[in-house]
């Protein structure tokens, strides 16, 4: 196994896979989604919308501040 200079693993293409395109399928192309389970997607996700909604919260008090300041 090859590592580049981050550490990260280089994936070799596989040439005798039997999808017939080039890196189209996930035994050609390992992807992250396989590396975790239903239950850690679940966690993540709920995480991700718990973060969106902390940002817009935020950014819509900022921006209500920057109005009164441009207000005065």
């Not at 200079?5 to 293409?13: C, L, M, Q």
């Not at 596989?14 to 996930?26: K, S």
């Not at 389970?37 to 819509?60: G, S, T």
Request: proline share 3%.
């Amino acid at each position: 196994m090859k590592y580049n200079t981050a550490g990260n693993k280089i994936y070799e293409p596989i040439y005798t896979c039997n999808c017939g395109l080039t890196g189209g399928c996930n035994y050609c192309r390992p992807s992250f989604v396989g590396c975790i389970n239903n239950e850690e997607a679940d966690i993540m996700k709920r995480k991700i919308k718990e973060w969106k909604i902390r940002f817009n919260e935020d950014f819509e008090n900022k921006a209500k501040e920057l109005e009164k300041l441009l207000k005065e």
